[in-house]
């Protein structure tokens, strides 16, 4: 499998990756990827500090109280559903590779089967070498 920057495997992180997608490789496994997508970098004290004071001068006191919680509760939904995003995806993986054991058993019960009637098949003729004394 080819390296693509800004791409690395999934590893059950604590933290949910950004951007996820499932990719196949070339032996038919399938993986997990993350990247990590970052527009504007990281955001410090400063930076947090700064966007507080232009809401506040934008929306008054009274109304920072009821943008927080539309903030939270936005935040909140979004967590749920990347949450169920990654779940969603981690099922089909395993569903997947549950499809292929199914598929290996059943090629195995068949070749299993034939491999009974030909050793059944070779026990009831009688072998070349052997002779019939009666």
């Known amino acids: 499998m080819a390296a693509v920057q800004g791409v690395a495997p999934c590893h059950g992180s604590v933290i949910p990756p950004p951007v996820a997608g499932m990719i196949a490789t070339r032996d038919g496994s399938r993986r997990i990827l ?8 990281t955001l410090g004290v400063p930076e947090l500090v700064l966007i507080f004071v232009v809401a506040l001068l934008l929306f008054g006191p009274r109304k920072m109280p009821q943008i927080g919680r539309s903030v939270g509760r936005a935040l ?9 995003f990654k779940r969603t995806i981690e099922d089909e993986v395993a569903a ?6 199914e598929r290996d058993i059943k090629e195995v019960k068949t070749v299993g089967r034939d491999l009974v009637d030909d050793v059944k098949g070779a026990a009831d003729s009688p072998s070349s070498g052997a002779r019939d004394t009666m």
Not at 34 to 41: I, K, L, P, S
Not at 76 to 84: I, L, V
Not at 96 to 101: H, K, L, Q, S
């Open 34 to 41: 993350c990247a990590e997508v970052r527009v504007f970098g």
């Open 76 to 84: 909140s939904e979004f967590r749920r559903a990347s949450n169920e």
């Open 96 to 101: 997947a590779d549950i499809r292929d054991v």
